[in-house]
């Protein structure tokens, strides 16, 4: 099993928080981090559903959504709503794990969202 | 450092071009721009190719090497530029610095792209690999879907409104209908894929808000430029040279998440004030802009972040007809991407040239703007990442 593991990394120095890793922080090039596991909900800050979607895919649609958990971290993540559902930015959504895709016939574990009814 | 002019141009039709290689297209483009310059048989001293999928598409490489053995260059330097939907202006940004900096006096610089050899689902793959591989691409995200997440949040903050992307999509692919080179030849009808019930079956959502008709397609196509020391250029050419007054570039966040305000094109408008700087030229002294609108909502956040329009009113100015020819900034009198296409490699350098056909004067009277000396273009790399932009200037007789 492969999991993308949203690890987020806050800088020593200035406490700023990456996510995605990055060598230097962009604030002020630190390079000593803290590793960060998001925690709590996630408030849903933008989204799409796409209709168009790329090879390796094989349905009609997908909907991917960007949000922050309750700790700041910020994270790109598959909607598991269908297409019908409304969404609105903001709506605060449930964390969980699980096959966002199938990369060379292995299931790819990543950030599912899903609304809180 | 020296002024560098450009002296030759050339297209080939965008479009789908089964028949053709990549190499075909390289070499017509560059053919077309070399003769244009005047050179006859001579030679340049380097050429810089623009190119983003012939790895992964054709599974060709080092072309830039390929293209002068084509084209009887040899033994002239050659390489070949990634960078994204902005391979074209990087490359002729690498051709400007060695031509400014004296290494080099001719350089060629071609731009272009087969994307069309593969299946839809392939390209829109091809063109997702720019995304981040660990935080983005395993998500299934596309370059639509991005835009569309960013469209979501420019209408949310700025009111723009869905006739406001209308606006974009029915001038540019008017325009296109009267551009030889453009990929879209189709003007659009308003009732057709907007007010009325066919809509929803003629103009689908792609990436919401985002519909079909808000997208670029994806297009085959190349365009060339030949460029030497501005000084020289009287004694090559007979047409008026173009000089590239300004150049700018700059980068920002891979993922848009990280971005403190992701609706800020951070990299479009530090490009656009270099340029202006380098330039000493403002916003209102361009007439004429080839802007990067892969996704409607493209052009109008790059003409408020460039400075053409405030913040919130470049959709409204849209709308009033103020970028269209004969308003306050003309803006893709080409059909932009939209209709043009946008064959990645090539598009930098498509931009330039059709600001170089409208600074030469050389365009019909329905796409060229009256007396125009200023041109600008963007070339907007991933989603925002990596911006160049380009001012050029027609040089007085
Ligand atoms: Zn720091």
């Not at chain 1, 903001?90 to 016939?105: D, L, Y």
């Not at chain 2, 974009?168 to 308003?190: C, F």
């Not at chain 2, 053409?308 to 893709?332: C, D, M, S």
Request: proline share 5%; charged share 20%; aromatic share 8%.
């Amino acid at each position: 099993m492969k999991k993308i593991a949203i690890t987020a990394y806050k800088c020593k120095q200035c406490g700023k928080l990456h996510y995605p890793f990055h060598d230097r922080c962009l604030q002020c090039k630190g390079r000593e981090f803290d590793k960060v596991e998001p925690q709590g909900n996630v408030k849903l800050l933008t989204f799409t559903r796409i209709y168009n979607l790329p090879w390796g895919f094989d349905q009609r649609y997908l909907i991917i959504g960007v949000g922050e958990f309750e700790n700041g971290v910020r994270a790109m993540g598959q909607i598991g709503v269908d297409e019908a559902t409304p969404l609105q930015v903001g709506m605060t959504m449930i964390p969980s794990w699980e096959p966002v895709r199938v990369q060379n016939g292995e299931n790819v574990f990543g950030l599912k969202l899903t609304p809180i009814t | 450092m020296r002024d560098v002019a450009i002296i030759g141009v050339g297209m080939i039709p965008f479009g789908r071009r089964d028949e053709d290689t990549l190499m075909d297209l390289l070499a017509w483009a560059s053919l077309k721009a070399l003769d244009d310059a005047g050179l006859g048989d001579k030679s340049v001293d380097a050429v810089y190719v623009a190119n983003m999928g012939g790895g992964m598409i054709q599974r060709q490489t080092a072309i830039a090497s390929s293209l002068v053995d084509r084209l009887s260059l040899l033994p002239a330097a050659a390489e070949t530029i990634e960078n994204g939907p902005a391979s074209g202006a990087s490359a002729l940004k690498n051709g400007l610095l060695a031509v400014a900096s004296g290494y080099y006096d001719t350089v060629l610089v071609v731009g272009g792209e087969k994307m069309r050899e593969v299946t839809g689902w392939r390209a829109t793959d091809f063109v997702a690999t720019m995304t981040h591989p660990q935080a983005e691409y395993p998500y299934g995200i596309t370059l639509p879907g991005m835009a569309g997440m960013f469209t979501r949040l420019y209408m949310e903050k700025y009111g723009v409104t869905r006739e406001m992307l209308l606006a974009i999509s029915l001038k540019n692919q008017e325009m296109g209908t009267l551009n030889p080179y453009a990929h879209v030849e189709m003007a659009l009808d308003r009732a057709g894929i907007f007010d009325s019930r066919d809509a929803i079956v003629n103009n689908p959502t792609s990436a919401d808000p985002l519909h079909l008709y808000d997208l670029c397609p994806v297009s085959d196509g190349a365009a060339a430029v030949v460029i030497c020391p501005l000084d020289m250029a009287k004694k090559l050419t007979s047409k008026p040279p173009v000089l590239i007054a300004g150049f700018g570039q700059a980068t920002d966040t891979h993922t848009l998440q990280e971005r403190e305000d992701p609706t800020d094109l951070k990299a479009v408008t530090l490009a656009a004030q270099q340029a202006f700087e380098r330039a000493k030229m403002k916003p209102s002294d361009i007439h004429v802009a080839e802007l990067h609108d892969a996704f409607t909502i493209l052009e109008i956040a790059e003409s408020e972040h460039i400075g053409f329009f405030p913040k919130g009113q470049g959709g409204k100015a849209a709308v009033e007809g103020k970028t269209r020819l004969g308003g306050q900034l003309p803006i893709n009198l080409s059909g932009g991407l939209k209709a043009r296409g946008h064959p990645v490699g090539a598009t930098g350098v498509a931009q330039v040239v059709d600001i170089v056909w409208q600074l030469r004067h050389e365009l019909p009277k329905t796409r060229q703007v009256k007396n125009a000396q200023n041109g600008l273009t963007i070339n907007f790399g991933g989603f925002g990442n990596n911006v160049l932009c380009f001012i050029l200037r027609r040089v007085q007789d």
